[in-house]
């Protein structure tokens, strides 16, 4: 079956630093990938996605590329700051509308 | 602005009550709604599929009978957790999905609920 696989946490980066998440996926077909971002206390917003093969989703400084040859879809942003500090939830949807959650990810961001 | 409304944010329940938890769409018309269940520093679980006009579509090994969900309108579903118990203290989170031609493949997400069973 389909699933989502990302790199454990807590991550821990000082302000400025780069940041990567990594997470990889098992799906048949073709699915599109997504990154949700928790803030403490609060539900899910979606920070980017893609739909096919060598899109590159977008936002707020984030972004993520999906790569089929390698089944993967990796956050990056080239500067976190403080406020970056959440869980971040890698996600696939295959051909039903249901979502595949990763574990998430904490991020924390020190001064 | 917020694109679903959870309600209540926050309940703590003596065990053996039930609690109603609100979910509702407020940009647009859902034909399906999603119910999450989410235990501390830990993923979400889908939990059931939410279909307006139609029985509740739940995944394994979660209790029909116990979790209750009611999709009466296009923009409100209900998840009643029946005679909680401690061991269903949690953070349940709703999700709207648009009806087909009503824009971009996305859910959006609710800021949850988070359940105290005493």
């Known amino acids: 079956g389909n699933s989502v696989t990302q790199m454990e946490g807590p991550v821990t980066l000082s302000e400025e630093a780069f940041l990567t998440i990594n997470c990889t996926y098992t799906a048949t077909g073709y699915p599109s990938l997504f990154w949700y971002v928790q803030y403490p206390g609060e539900g899910l917003q979606l920070l980017l996605k893609?739909?096919?093969?060598?899109d590159k989703g977008s936002n707020k400084g984030f972004e993520a590329t999906y790569r089929k040859e390698t089944t993967s879809f990796h956050l990056e942003k080239g500067s976190v700051q403080v406020s970056d500090s959440a869980v971040y939830f890698c996600?696939?949807?295959?051909?039903?509308?249901?979502?595949?959650f990763g574990t998430g990810t904490r991020l924390q961001v020190f001064p | 602005g917020a694109v679903v409304s959870q309600h209540p944010s926050r309940v703590i329940c003596k065990s053996g009550t039930s609690v109603k938890i609100e979910c509702r769409s407020l940009?647009?018309?859902?034909?399906?709604m999603f119910w999450y269940r989410q235990f501390p520093k830990q993923s979400l679980m889908l939990m059931a599929t939410s279909n307006e006009g139609s029985k509740a579509t739940y995944e394994q090994g979660v209790e029909k009978d116990k979790f209750l969900i009611n999709h009466a309108s296009l923009t409100l579903s209900t998840l009643t957790v029946t005679s909680a118990h401690p061991e269903d203290s949690s953070f349940y989170i709703c999700?709207?999905?648009?009806?087909?031609?009503?824009?971009?493949?996305?859910?959006?997400f609710g800021a949850g609920t988070r359940l105290s069973v005493l």
């Open positions: 940009d647009f018309q859902a034909t399906t």
């Open positions: 893609a739909t096919k093969a060598d």
């Open positions: 996600a696939l949807s295959g051909d039903t509308d249901k979502l595949i």
């Open positions: 999700s709207v999905h648009r009806g087909p031609g009503q824009g971009p493949n996305i859910q959006y």
